[in-house]
């Protein structure tokens, strides 16, 4: 397969959680602060075109993942399909 130079966007491997928290609002932050004491983490931020950015995060057995609403909820059913790898 030829290299056409386009990264692929998904690879999280090189971002640090430092740079996704900061795509997070406050509500976000608290939210995110108070999972993290039960083993979750954040995973990726999507940015969808011309919408707010929606940070996904996993829990500790890496088996179920959420996104955390602007209000600063956690949302188990965004509406959108995680894809496994």
Known sequence: MADNGLRDRRNTAGTS???LR???NEAQLQTLSELERFGWEIRFVRRPLF???I????DGD???FAVLTPEGE????PGFNFRQR
Do not use: F
């Not at 940070?55 to 996993?58: D, F, L, N, R």
């Open 17 to 19: 959680t430092c740079a």
């Open 51 to 53: 919408q707010d950015a």
């Open 62 to 64: 890496r088996k179920s």
């Open 55 to 58: 940070p996904v995060v996993v």
């Open 74 to 77: 956690l949302d188990k059913s």
């Open 22 to 24: 900061a795509q997070l």
